[in-house]
């Protein structure tokens, strides 16, 4: 015996074939959607079960990195928000993120001074130079393997590109950099040791000449003048500056490293010195040898420059690595302050 629902789809067939037929389409068509809807449903909520827990943890784990801004590291809130016995487990792995601390200085890298950073253009220029020679570096090393196969090869020229690309950008932030130097000419009036002052005026003089003579040579790397247009010496001449200019702030900078280093001595032999005092003597002494160190490298970058016979493209690359990341450091500290 047929159900009374079947019996009166049969009678409706009977009666009116056409609309019965299309009922029986519409409910068809309805159990489909319906169906569909239960297995997305069903499925939605599989997935969420399997990603929730690494989402969780991954939320938990950039917390800090969001935080930072507000100097906070406190995640005790969160782990009452995070439920299951996966994301527990992986609680106990996180270690809360503090941002690292900028060398001889008692700022940290967190997001305030990292937008400090990338909004002063000497310190992104500076970072240009770590790219730079990073990429001359895989240029140089790779070209060493030119033996094992053409990719290396390959590599070695996209590298080298790189370099050449990001040096032609760092021209454009250097214009009009000489200007700078003036601001110099007041300590170098009011210094009271006279060859301490001569050198801080032959300081100034050099940057201005090898700033100067810089820019003019960028002018025809970038094509503002027609290629040609200077003398060939133009730009050899511009890297003799740099190297008489090397010399200069070498023995600029070893008297200020001296006067830095008494300075330290003299704050260590104070009987219960402060310990804020004793530290930024210490500071100020090593930021002085890092400058040495820098005008050092910059004498061993401008051997290559200048076409020396006894100068070593290596030695250029890693004295021009050391020079940009101290300049970085340098300029770093001096945006954030």
Not at 61 to 70: E, K, R, T
Not at 72 to 82: A, F, G, N, V, W
Request: net charge positive; with cysteine.
């Amino acid at each position: 015996m047929c159900p009374p629902a079947a019996g009166k789809v049969a009678a409706e067939q009977m009666s009116d074939p056409g609309a019965a037929t299309k009922k029986l389409s519409l409910r068809r068509r309805s159990a489909r959607r319906n169906n569909s809807v239960g297995i997305a449903a069903r499925t939605a909520s599989q997935a969420a079960a399997v990603l929730a827990p690494p989402i969780s943890a991954s939320l938990y784990a950039a917390a800090p990195l969001l935080l930072s801004a507000g100097q906070s590291t406190d995640l005790s809130i969160y782990h009452q928000e995070l439920p299951g016995p996966a994301v527990r487990s992986l609680q106990a792995l996180v270690v809360p993120f503090v941002p690292p601390r900028l060398p001889l200085s008692d700022h940290r890298l967190d997001l305030k001074t990292t937008v400090a950073l990338l909004s002063s253009a000497q310190s992104r220029e500076k970072c240009l130079k770590i790219v730079q020679y990073i990429a001359r570096l895989l240029a140089y090393v790779l070209a060493s393997f030119a033996s094992i196969g053409d990719n290396a090869m390959r590599w070695s020229a996209q590298a080298a590109g790189l370099a050449k690309s990001t040096s032609q950008a760092r021209r454009f932030f250097k214009f009009f950099r000489w200007v700078k130097h003036f601001e110099d000419v007041a300590p170098a009036r009011s210094e009271s040791s006279f060859a301490v002052a001569c050198l801080m005026v032959l300081s100034i003089v050099w940057n201005l000449v090898a700033d100067l003579s810089e820019d003019i040579c960028s002018l025809e790397r970038l094509g503002f003048l027609t290629k040609g247009t200077l003398p060939v010496w133009a730009e050899l001449n511009a890297n003799r500056c740099q190297l008489v200019l090397a010399l200069v702030e070498i023995a600029l900078s070893f008297v200020r490293f001296r006067h830095f280093s008494r300075a330290a001595a003299a704050a260590l032999a104070v009987e219960d010195a402060d310990a804020a005092f004793l530290r930024c003597a210490w500071r100020r002494r090593c930021m002085a040898a890092l400058e040495l160190s820098k005008f050092c490298a910059d004498l061993g970058k401008a051997f290559w420059d200048c076409e020396m016979s006894f100068a070593s493209e290596l030695l250029f690359i890693l004295c021009g690595l050391w020079a940009s990341l101290v300049s970085t450091h340098k300029f770093a500290l001096r945006a954030i302050k």
